[in-house]
């Protein structure tokens, strides 16, 4: 539960500084083809606040939320496989002759 927790606050508190980056280039970019200096952080941030309120932080915070575990599982999931293409057979039997003495010790100890 706290690592849930831990994740979606990283999330949220990143999503406000990649608002605030996003809207700072935009600006730029969208003012006249001359080259002009960026706006500061702090002013890009001012700004943001007065034409979208504390909402504007977190636009597209939701979409961080829902790809994020996405990701993860994918990662995880082609992992996972990869490794067990590559593993050889000797090391399954390896894995599975530990796990079998792990389950022989944990039937022996709960007997006790």
């Given at each position: 539960?706290?690592?849930e ?12 500084s ?13 003012s ?6 960026p706006?500061s952080m702090?002013?890009?941030m001012?700004?943001?606040?007065e ?14 939320w829902?790809?994020?575990p ?11 496989t990869i ?5 050889t ?24």
């Amino acid at each position: 539960m706290m690592e849930e927790l831990l994740v979606s606050t990283g999330m949220s508190s990143s999503s406000s500084s990649s608002s605030t980056t996003t809207k700072s280039t935009t600006t730029t970019l969208s003012s006249s083809s001359h080259y002009h200096k960026p706006p500061s952080m702090m002013t890009t941030m001012r700004h943001l606040f007065e034409e979208q309120g504390i909402r504007g932080f977190f636009k597209g915070v939701s979409m961080n939320w829902v790809k994020g575990p996405i990701a993860f599982s994918i990662s995880f999931t082609a992992f996972d496989t990869i490794q067990g293409l590559i593993e050889t057979e000797s090391e399954r039997e390896k894995k599975q002759q530990l796990t079998r003495s792990a389950i022989k010790r944990r039937l022996t100890s709960d007997d006790d």
